[in-house]
């Protein structure tokens, strides 16, 4: 295995047992060399990367009783402000929300663009920390943090986390801003709107290698979900293994946190089904590749583990 440190020097290690956790569509067509790789870029193209987001981190002047902790503010109209999110990010044209933002129906959407571009749902999430911890902001002020749901898309826009934020992220974020103040009553919400952080797609894309700048991971469609999802395991690389939400089971940290167990029970040759019993990790044996039972050799006993079990697909 080679990559590159901190200061930019290369480094190589010898490993029985490399577990990729990052996207793994940048595992395999940007870590892997082109013989190597399970999932070339041709397969990618009939494969749905799910939603992307923008995000909004809001500083806000006076008090919000009209927000609770967790408040969900649903569209109107289901419909067109779903299909406007996964049309866009398949290419489907096939629905009619793919040509504007779901907000365009009363002047505080977008009117869309190519690819998606501008296109946001109208079903958003507003957190308020400072409701429950009155630390988490300066004494008169509160803090919001929005998630808004736009297509997944390479080269899409970013937020202010970097630099100044393009145009189409801080379009959204106003639009949504609107949205909140006129559907929780809190009329003139962007005027106390006083410190102001925001990310989209591109900042997904670009700090983290989410492909086409997805949020959450690779959607569950059928054709993504249980075993159609694929293998935790390269077919060309013995001992490659994929943990997080763009393999097997999905998406979300439950989800992520039973794909580390997966890997491990691969490792161990383990075929039962259900979670390992808790304080197991290190305490079993691990099957080499030929599937024989040995000492367990993981991070806990000081040893690199051995190879993925045969018989544990
Ligand atoms: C705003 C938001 C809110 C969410 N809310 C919830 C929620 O309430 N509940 C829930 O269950 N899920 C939620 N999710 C989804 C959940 O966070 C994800 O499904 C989960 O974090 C994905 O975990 P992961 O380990 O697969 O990927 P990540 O957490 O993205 O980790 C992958 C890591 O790999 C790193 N990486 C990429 N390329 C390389 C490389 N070449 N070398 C080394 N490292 C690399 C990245 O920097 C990143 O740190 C939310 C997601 C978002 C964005």
Not at 107 to 134: F, H, Q
Not at 232 to 240: P, Q
Request: with cysteine.
């Amino acid at each position: 295995m080679t990559w590159r440190d901190g200061e930019g020097a290369a480094a190589s290690l010898p490993a029985g047992v490399v577990v990729s956790a990052a996207d793994l569509h940048h595992t395999e067509t940007a870590l892997l060399p082109a013989g190597l790789r399970t999932r070339p870029e041709w397969t990618w193209r009939r494969r749905n990367p799910g939603i992307g987001t923008v995000l909004a981190y809001l500083g806000v002047s006076g008090e919000l009783p009209q927000l609770a902790h967790h408040t969900m503010v649903f569209s109107e109209d289901w419909a067109p402000d779903f299909r406007a999110i996964f049309s866009a990010a398949t290419g489907d044209s096939g629905g009619s929300g793919s040509s504007g933002g779901p907000g365009s129906s009363d002047g505080t959407g977008s009117s869309g663009g190519p690819g998606g571009a501008g296109v946001y749902s109208e079903s958003v999430y507003v957190c308020r920390p400072s409701a429950s911890d009155p630390g988490v902001a300066p004494e008169g002020t509160e803090n919001l943090f929005v998630l808004i749901p736009v297509p997944a898309r390479s080269d899409g826009a970013r937020g202010t986390v970097d630099g100044p934020g393009d145009a189409e992220v801080e379009r959204i974020v106003d639009g949504v801003i609107e949205l909140i103040g006129r559907r929780a009553g809190i009329p003139d919400l962007a005027e106390r709107v006083i410190a102001r952080r925001t990310a989209g797609p591109g900042d997904f894309e670009g700090r983290y290698n989410a492909w086409r700048g997805n949020a959450l991971g690779l959607a569950h469609t059928l054709a993504q979900s249980a075993f159609l999802r694929g293998s935790n395991a390269s077919r060309r690389v013995e001992g490659l293994l994929y943990a997080g939400s763009t393999t097997t089971p999905g998406v979300g940290l439950p989800m992520c946190l039973i794909s580390a167990e997966n890997v491990v029970k691969r490792l161990r040759g383990d075929t039962s089904v259900g979670p390992l019993p808790a304080g197991t990790l290190g305490a079993r044996g691990t099957r080499d590749a030929r599937g024989a039972e040995g000492p367990a050799r993981g991070r806990e006993s000081g040893g690199s583990p051995g190879a993925p079990g045969a018989g544990s697909r």
